[in-house]
């Protein structure tokens, strides 16, 4: 599988501060198969959905947009599966979907216990940054190009197939 880079132009790469990244859900119809049926279905959502990655960068502006993946996938293995190259020395916001990478993510609190106060200023500091993906997320589903149904099984299973070769 070939890797995919996130493509920045020349002005691009001097102003970029930072990259951030999150997946989002998509609604598909249940499927009549019981082992697809299975992969497509989100247990966090409790619906049947494909996950799509979003890059975004500090402005908003949406860098990248992966392929549909089964609903029933994590970020993190979605993310190491893509192989996305970051341009170097570029930090990375993730949320805690993306625990072992090498981006910048919330600090976790312990079973319990509290989080210190420098623990909890980093979070409000991380999250001040990262709702950047969110608005961006929200942007596309507002204008209902991630909120609709996604109905077209053919380019789906072909999307798949195409990935496992």
Not at 22 to 41: A, L, N
Not at 49 to 65: C, E, G, L, P, S
Request: aromatic content about 6%.
């Amino acid at each position: 599988m070939r890797e995919r880079e996130v493509h920045l132009t020349k002005g691009e790469k001097d102003e970029l501060l930072y990259l951030m990244i999150d997946g989002t859900e998509r609604p598909i119809p249940r499927s009549k198969k019981p082992g697809q049926r299975r992969e497509s279905y989100s247990g966090k959502k409790k619906k049947h959905m494909v996950v799509h990655q979003i890059i975004t960068d500090h402005k908003k502006k949406i860098m990248a947009v992966g392929p549909a993946q089964n609903g029933s996938r994590q970020d993190k293995i979605i993310f190491d599966e893509s192989r996305v190259v970051k341009p170097p020395d570029t930090m990375v916001l993730g949320d805690l979907g993306y625990l072992g990478t090498d981006f910048e993510i919330p600090i976790k609190k312990p079973k319990k216990k509290a989080l210190s106060q420098e623990d909890k200023a980093y979070n409000r500091w991380h999250s001040s940054l990262r709702v950047g993906v969110e608005h961006a997320i929200g942007r596309m589903k507002k204008f209902r190009i991630f909120a609709d149904t996604h109905r077209n099984n053919d380019l789906f299973s072909h999307d798949q197939s195409a990935q496992h070769s």
